[in-house]
């Protein structure tokens, strides 16, 4: 099956730009997935890149993709205090039709 | 506006109870999934239904069962076998697009389970 991989933790200042980092294992993954959580709340979709392409842009977010070595990243611009959250990658398990989801990147904004 | 619906948002359980969580979806989603997230710690999949009357075993299936009676319905049962239930519970569904790969999944608001 698919594993995800995340760092823990990442702290900026409020201003400067967030760069999240996620690795997979299955190279057959077609759709790859951003989702943030506040606390206490559920999941919401971000944004999502297809495997053929290298970059997404979507206002202050920016995901990069690099297949090669399966390697995904979430660049947010201008960050704001309302971008603290957990942001997971999640990845197809193409075996069973379900997402695998990495354990989360805690991005904590100083002011 | 169309969504997924969990409830309660808290449960409480005591000892040798079964407690029922729901999850409602008017999204007209063929599939359904039930995860387990633990302080700190990503997502685990319990069960999932790719279509009605038909559910299958995730990566933690042990001490939960489930049903998948209706579309829109995807109850899950925590029982007294699960021994360390304390933890919150996400539902998810998504459209089934095995051919273009792309489903992603849309989550409820989740239910916060402790044990009194």
């Given at each position: 099956g698919e594993d995800v991989e995340q760092s823990l933790f990442l702290s900026v200042r409020e201003g400067d730009s967030s760069v999240i980092n996620c690795t997979y294992t299955?190279?057959?993954?077609?759709y790859l997935y951003w989702y943030k959580q506040e606390p206490g709340a559920g999941l919401q979709l971000l944004t999502y890149i297809f495997s053929n392409m290298d970059m997404k842009q979507d206002q202050r977010l920016t995901v990069l993709l690099n297949k090669k070595d399966k390697h995904l990243s979430l660049r947010i611009a201008d960050?704001?205090?309302?971008?603290?959250a957990i942001y997971f990658c999640a990845a197809p398990d193409t075996g069973r039709r379900a997402l695998t989801f990495g354990s989360g990147t805690r991005l904590q904004v100083q002011p | 506006d169309g969504g997924i619906t969990q409830s309660p948002k808290y449960l409480f359980r005591k000892e040798g109870q079964n407690v029922t969580l729901s999850c409602e979806q008017n999204?007209?989603?063929?599939a359904m999934y039930w995860y387990r997230q633990d302080p700190g710690q990503g997502l685990r999949l319990i069960y999932y239904s790719q279509i009605v009357n038909d559910f299958q075993k995730g990566d933690i299936a042990e001490g939960y069962s489930v049903s998948r009676e209706k579309k829109e319905s995807f109850p899950l049962t925590v029982t007294s076998?699960?021994?360390?239930?304390t933890a919150f519970y996400l539902c998810a569904s998504s459209i089934d697009r095995p051919r273009t790969g792309n489903q992603p999944q849309h989550f409820g608001d989740g239910t916060r389970l402790s044990i009194l």
């Open positions: 299955d190279s057959s993954s077609t960050t704001q205090t309302g971008d603290s | 999204l007209n989603h063929d076998a699960q021994k360390n239930p």
